[in-house]
């Protein structure tokens, strides 16, 4: 294992030559010797984090060893004769990917690897984090056992991670807690951790669960987020105040999830009178929408459909489906794309207690990722258009109204104008 994070020097990768006093081979053909074998398992450790300067680029010295078509002849510069790197295997570990070289990124295959989900959390605290912090913590067994609620409570309220460090943190903080009292009150001492004992030993829970809605309510759909510790219920709030047709974006919406509720809004009323609204609506009604929480940047065409769902309860008076949580992007048509991060999203709605969730009909192949206990209690809906969309997220069915002569002369004069 080589760490090159920080690393500023060619000379690291390459070596210095030997006219210079002190000089040494290159970290690539000192691990070699250290390996003692041509054909080992290499990890080069945050390549994302290498830096550069007046000596040189590393990255740019890695491009000829981790390249398959030149590596067999590397030239380090202490040892100033070719050597065979073919035979050996490179993984590669990075963070983020854009501050990886595209040359360098061209010579190797990105394998990303999503976050922890909650269950595989509690299964790695139970095999592994809890003995190491009893063992670590001077404890035995008997002194202490975890209930499995308890390292849910901790999960959910104590940490916000993709991987598990924090948690071991606060598993030992609890270990520390129980060996105070072992020694006040003897070797006998011992406690069961149940999840109210998590609160009486971590204090107040620094993040709340997000839950569902207590009753259906008008214009608010539940959408579902990705984040880098896994994902979220997000809930889409819109509401109508007389106006001139203005719309109010807030909760931090990026770029991209603007577009998304601008896209929904033109579909709602390209469709008005079919879902039951009048047409002139925009005319004399102002439209608000927020995606609480508002210090929380949000960005990405996932939400179209909540959007759109959101503003149909609004505008027809029909409440939403609390147990319904629902992702996808929309077309200014209707359609539902595919979406990303759908393993996330899901685990967050079960968790939540969402029951039925809908999806775009294209993410059916990314469902092989859900665990089944998961997929076996909820109530999956795949599908392509808005129209399937409204169906299931409203309590009632929508009524189309019936245009009068005029109205059907005046919506062709707008059509005329517009396109």
């Known amino acids: 294992r080589l760490s090159v994070g920080g690393v500023r020097d060619e000379a690291e990768v390459r070596g210095h030559r030997r006219t210079y006093i002190g000089a040494f081979p290159g970290q690539i053909i000192q691990m070699m010797k250290k390996a003692g074998t041509v054909n080992p398992v290499f990890l080069l450790d945050e390549v994302d984090k290498m830096s550069m300067d007046f000596r ?42 854009h501050t990886v070289p595209q040359a360098l ?23 592994f984090l809890a003995p190491k ?125 603007q ?25 004399y009604t102002d439209i608000h929408v927020h995606v609480p929480e508002g210090a929380i940047p949000k960005d990405g065409p996932s939400a179209g459909i909540t959007l759109a769902t959101a503003l149909v309860s609004n505008l027809t008076k029909v409440p939403t489906r609390r147990d319904v949580a629902m992702t996808g992007e929309i077309t200014l048509r209707g359609k539902v794309l595919p979406i990303g991060g759908l393993k996330e999203k899901v685990l967050a709605a079960h968790r939540a207690g969402v029951t039925t969730i809908i999806l775009p009909k294209d993410n059916e192949k990314d469902l092989a990722d859900i665990p089944k206990e998961v997929l076996n209690v909820l109530k999956l809906h795949l599908v392509e258009s808005m129209d399937e969309v409204l169906k299931i997220a409203l309590t ?24």
Request: with cysteine.
């Open 56 to 97: 040189g680029d590393p990255s740019a010295a890695l491009l000829e060893v981790l390249d398959p078509e030149q590596n067999h002849t590397f030239l380090d510069h202490y040892l100033d004769v070719e050597y065979d790197l073919s035979n050996i295997m490179f993984i590669c570990t990075a963070n983020v990917l």
């Open 105 to 127: 990124r061209d010579r190797m295959e990105v394998l990303q690897l999503a976050g922890y989900t909650e269950f595989e959390k509690i299964e790695i605290a139970r095999t």
């Open 133 to 257: 912090a009893v063992k670590a913590n001077g404890l035995k067994d008997k002194n202490i056992q975890f209930k499995d609620e308890a390292f849910e409570a901790i999960i959910q309220r104590y940490t916000r991670e993709a991987g598990v460090r924090n948690l071991e943190r606060e598993i030992n903080a609890i270990c520390r807690k129980v060996a105070r009292k072992v020694v006040a009150e003897g070797k006998q001492f011992s406690d069961e951790i149940t999840a109210g004992k998590v609160t009486e030993h971590l204090g107040v829970p620094r993040f709340r669960p997000t839950m569902l809605e207590e009753k259906n309510e008008i214009g608010i759909a539940t959408g579902l987020a990705w984040t880098e510790v896994g994902g979220e219920l997000l809930f889409t709030e819109s509401t109508l105040m007389p106006g001139k047709g203005r719309l109010t974006l807030t909760g931090q919406l990026g770029e991209v999830m």
């Open 259 to 283: 577009e998304s509720a601008k896209a929904a809004v033109s579909y709602v009323r390209s469709k008005a009178e079919a879902f039951g609204i009048q047409k002139d609506f925009h005319q």
């Open 396 to 419: 009632e069915p929508l009524t189309a109204l019936i245009p009068s002569e005029d109205q059907t002369d005046s919506h062709t004069t707008d059509d005329q104008i517009t396109h």
